[in-house]
């Protein structure tokens, strides 16, 4: 009998970052030990269904459907076609965005009472929508952008005078709860702003505009819990036939940007970008591993700009490149966030779930 634990690799997903999170979850597949782990790779496709797969596939529908078994005593998962059923040791979602990493499929998982890598319902909600993020983190005395925000009910209302009067030109609108640079507009003029609010509007029902900030493109990797520690930061070097980092110079042109990991930095300055990080990590309830966009200006001056609670792992993702120059390489990084789940899952057993009183029922 095998003493390999086995790993749901969740993937897909309706979101518009769907091709990313296969992309993601390819690399995972690849490279998790499976001397110690058996990966067992399950599809969510674009409309929403559940597939178990022969390996990870852009073809999802192609796999097996599947059902979840939503029994605490027993939680898994059950073949429709046959009616076998099946666990599996720990969940590991790659997913990126809507319906993945908002904490819907946190919930999920939760209510399923099976370890899961990753942040929670809590976290992975809060740093999703940019605005609720940018409010705690303001609260928190953390550097973030000036920030105007609009509900689709207040569509009509919203002025290019009044936003630029405030934010200044140029100004970045975006889609509330998206990543991967979809629904995200620079505005220069008037023609700009049309676009802008429609795109904003077409994948959210609110929108955010803030200020542009002119200035270095920064990221720093946080890992694990209690503490949680943070890589040396890197950095991405945009090239300038884009106005930034759009979608397209994130995945698609091989030659749009370079990356500097480690960035060139001044140590004070890395280790200020770290300790906000790793604070700005904390504030928003993540968990195991999340990864910070900042900005930096010539003065010096630091900008959060998001946090994505589950970083992509694709060829050309910053997260496990700065850990590999921590000398943390793609497996054992897969490794210690699979561990991290199990300690995190184990430590919850502690909290009692039932109250005895008095109520009669």
Request: glycine share 8%; hydrophobic share 40%; proline share 4%.
């Amino acid at each position: 009998m095998s003493n390999k634990k086995k790993v749901a690799i969740l993937y897909g997903g309706r979101s518009v970052e769907h091709a990313v999170s296969v992309n993601s979850a390819k690399n995972i597949f690849e490279y998790i030990d499976k001397d110690q782990f058996e990966p067992v790779p399950m599809g969510i496709s674009k409309s929403g269904q559940w597939f178990l797969t022969n390996g990870v596939s852009k073809d999802i529908e192609q796999g097996k459907a599947l059902g979840l078994l939503l029994d605490p005593a027993n939680p898994g998962f059950v073949l429709l076609s046959s009616g076998d059923r099946f666990k599996v040791d720990i969940i590991f979602p790659v997913l990126h965005g809507t319906d993945g990493e908002d904490g819907s499929v946190q919930g999920l998982i939760k209510t399923m009472d099976v370890p899961m890598v990753g942040t929670g319902v809590l976290g992975s909600a809060l740093a999703m929508n940019k605005i609720v993020a940018k409010r705690l983190m303001r609260q928190a005395g953390l550097p973030v952008t000036d920030f105007v925000t609009f509900r689709y009910t207040e569509k009509n209302k919203i002025t290019f005078t009044a936003l630029s009067k405030k934010l200044g030109l140029p100004f970045m609108v975006k889609s509330a709860s998206l990543g991967s640079s979809v629904g995200v507009t620079k505005v220069k003029n008037k023609t700009d702003f049309k676009k802008a609010i429609e795109d904003g509007f077409r994948y959210d029902e609110e929108i955010l505009a803030e200020e542009f900030i002119t200035g270095r493109e920064i990221e720093c990797a946080i890992l694990g819990n209690n503490p949680p520690e943070a890589s040396f930061p890197g950095e991405i070097v945009i090239s300038k036939n884009y106005e930034f980092y759009t979608f397209d110079a994130k995945y698609v042109d091989p030659v749009a940007v370079q990356i500097h990991v480690p960035a060139k930095l001044t140590k004070a300055v890395a280790d200020k970008i770290r300790g906000v990080s790793v604070k700005a990590y904390e504030v928003l309830h993540c968990q195991d591993f999340s990864r910070v966009d900042l900005f930096l200006t010539k003065k010096g001056k630091i900008f959060i700009n998001e946090i994505n609670t589950i970083p992509g792992f694709t060829n050309s993702s910053m997260y496990p490149m700065m850990w590999k120059e921590r000398g943390v390489g793609f497996s054992d990084l897969i490794t210690r966030l699979l561990n991290l789940a199990q300690e995190r899952y184990d430590r919850s057993k502690r909290i009692e779930h039932d109250f005895q009183s008095a109520l009669k029922f």
